[in-house]
């Protein structure tokens, strides 16, 4: 396709448990970031990659967080022991190049939506 | 220390009616920013930049430096305005953005 993928769209799970969402970016875009999206928070800034490195991991909350990305596509967001303040929309973004280039122009999916019970 | 905020999380206006979204920004350099939008079950896209200057879907916004803000208006609003509302600032690698305003359009 042609838009970044986002997988799964919803993961209910419960408290304690590990999750794993997926990114697939848009093709030949080497910047990709993690965003999580809540009510009351806005948009939170998780980490950044430039290839397969993350220069910037900053926004990720805890040491439950963590994330990879591989060959320079696909990323992966590895919750563990999941807690019922996780439940958010985590988004995944790319674009063409990095610092963006002024053009500030992000590309997202449609996220995943995920549930703590 | 980079940081939007955007005071209000709800704006209701009627259709027709004059739409001004705010947002406010503290950077110490010198600040490059972003609308964002997501209309309902659509993915969140750039709605326009201030470097652009340009004008999208009727709507503008003009970065004020002394008084470090970044207001999105629109002279008279169309329900298929309704969405939520992203102020963004471009940081050293990444997007900072606000915490949204969800804007309705009342017929």
């Known amino acids: 396709g042609a838009g970044v993928s986002q997988s799964p769209s919803n993961k209910v799970t419960e408290k304690g448990k590990d999750v794993e969402l997926r990114c697939d970016p848009i093709?030949?875009?080497?910047?990709l970031y993690w965003y999580r999206q809540s009510l009351g928070q806005g948009l939170e800034f998780l980490i950044y990659f430039q290839g397969n490195s993350a220069p910037d991991k900053s926004g990720l909350p805890s040491d439950r967080f963590s994330a990879e990305r591989t060959g320079g596509s696909v990323s992966t967001l590895t919750i563990q022991r999941t807690q019922q303040e996780d439940s958010a929309v985590y988004l995944c973004?790319?674009?063409?190049?990095?610092?963006?280039?002024?053009?500030?122009?992000?590309?997202f999916g449609e996220g995943s939506r995920l549930t703590v019970l | 220390a980079q940081r939007v905020t955007q005071p209000e999380k709800l704006l209701s206006v009627f259709k027709g009616a004059p739409v001004e979204l705010k947002c406010n920004y503290s950077?110490?350099?010198?600040?490059?920013l972003f609308w964002y939008v997501q209309y309902s079950r659509q993915r969140l896209q750039l709605l326009l930049r201030h470097i652009s200057r340009e004008s999208i879907k009727g709507f503008t916004a003009d970065l004020n430096k002394g008084e470090t803000s970044f207001h999105l208006k629109k002279p008279f609003a169309q329900e298929e305005d309704s969405a939520m509302y992203y102020c963004a600032l471009q940081g050293a690698q990444k997007l900072v953005f606000g915490q949204g305003t969800r804007l309705t359009i009342n017929p």
């Open positions: 950077y110490s350099g010198s600040p490059e």
């Open positions: 973004a790319s674009s063409l190049d990095r610092p963006l280039a002024n053009t500030g122009e992000l590309f």
């Open positions: 093709s030949g875009h080497t910047a």
